[in-house]
């Protein structure tokens, strides 16, 4: 598949399907912009690029990539095949698909989550280096050791829609909360010293009070759990009409059994490199701070306010498996670790 092909796909969408147009004219860019894309990167691309292709509608009402005739379509999703090696019949199971990755993972550290040179050990800073200064939100008091106890876990159960957009929604809700979109972007809304609400009614042993009011939050931009019919997955906010505009990609959709914290369904998994920027976010705050920020204390939403909250579930996969937050706690154990040895601790 050559990438010039895949330009002109992007191109070419002309006005049918706003939204894609954006999505695909965004790859497009990136796909110059960025010098160089990961092999594993451009394979994702080209699973979710078949998914578009492929839909179809009963009614032949709404499909992506209006203007181009089944034999077209067909051509390209050949061509996709062909670049990724795939021979059609061949075992493309869900788990199969979701197991590609937008992080290269052949890489000794994709995303600098283990390099010491991105970490302040002990240093108490009230900002985090790599994150975007986004002055957000509402803020009730100050921590009272000066620094958040521990992380609350959420899900924004909205679009995909950026930091921006993210930020002015805490704005009109006048909640307070670190903010991961897609690409692992990271939002601080205000300086780490003071807390504002995120958890609503909750516990945790951790917190004497509102858990709000000690640990810190952190929404990761997802829908959250999803509805299924014949057609494919939903969000929530598209329960009943089902509108195809609407439909999740199979690509960013994991199901998880019952487990723990997680219940049973289907989850807009986070994408990879959500994960990967969530591990270096908890990894920074306990670092900066040990004494007072502690590991046990990184928790789910679904943990401390249980029956009330599901977030977030069985959206924190890795490895193709979704994690519990107990397993969650466990890999960024093993982060730190690896950060520390590789810092000569
Ligand atoms: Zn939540």
């Given amino acids: 598949m050559s990438l010039t092909k895949a330009s002109w796909l ?50 032949e ?34 788990t199969e698909r979701n197991s590609k990755t937008d992080v290269d993972l052949n890489e000794d550290d994709p995303r600098g989550l283990f390099d010491p040179a991105n970490y302040s050990f002990g ?20 921590y009272s050791a000066g620094y958040p ?41 205000d300086s780490l010293e003071f807390y504002g609400y995120h958890a609503g009614k909750s516990n945790h042993t951790g917190a004497a009070g509102y858990v709000s009011d000690e640990y810190a939050g952190v929404e990761v931009q997802a829908a959250g759990m999803l509805s299924k019919d014949k057609n494919g997955f939903y969000p929530w906010w598209d329960k009943n009409q ?30 990879d490199s959500q994960v990967w920027a969530l591990r270096r976010l908890v990894a920074w705050l306990y670092l900066n701070n040990p004494e007072v920020f502690q590991l046990e204390n990184v928790v789910g939403h679904d943990e401390i306010s249980p029956g009330r909250k599901v977030d977030p579930g069985g959206s924190i996969v890795w490895q193709g498996y979704s994690l519990t937050m ?8 093993s982060d730190i670790s690896e950060i520390l040895k590789r810092h000569g601790k």
Avoid at 10 to 31: D, E, K, M, P, Y
Avoid at 33 to 52: G, N, P, Q, T, Y
Avoid at 326 to 333: G, H, P, V
């Fill in 149 to 189: 106890k521990g992380l609350v876990v959420h899900w924004t159960a909205g679009h995909r829609n950026g930091l921006e957009a993210g930020n002015s929604l805490m704005r009109n809700t006048g909640m307070l909360y670190l903010l991961i979109d897609d690409e692992g972007k990271t939002a601080q809304s």
């Fill in 61 to 94: 009402e709404f499909c992506f990539y209006k203007h181009l005739s089944i034999d077209e379509r067909n051509e390209f999703i050949a061509d996709y095949y062909d670049f990724l090696d795939y021979k059609p019949g061949q075992d493309a199971s869900p």
């Fill in 123 to 142: 240093e108490k800073r009230r900002w985090i280096p790599w994150a975007k200064d986004a002055t957000s939100g509402n803020k009730r008091g100050r």
């Fill in 242 to 271: 089902r509108n195809p505009r609407n439909r999740i990609s199979n690509y960013e959709v994991t199901f998880s059994p019952q487990k723990e914290n997680i219940t049973a369904g289907y989850y807009h998994r986070f994408t």
């Fill in 10 to 59: 992007a191109q070419a969408n002309g006005s049918t399907v706003t939204f894609l147009i954006f999505a695909l004219s965004l790859l497009a860019s990136s796909t110059t912009s960025l010098v160089m894309l990961s092999d594993s990167h451009e394979k994702s691309r080209a699973w979710k690029r078949i998914w578009f292709l492929s839909q179809t509608d009963e009614n």
């Fill in 326 to 333: 107990s397993e969650f706690r466990d890999l960024c154990r």
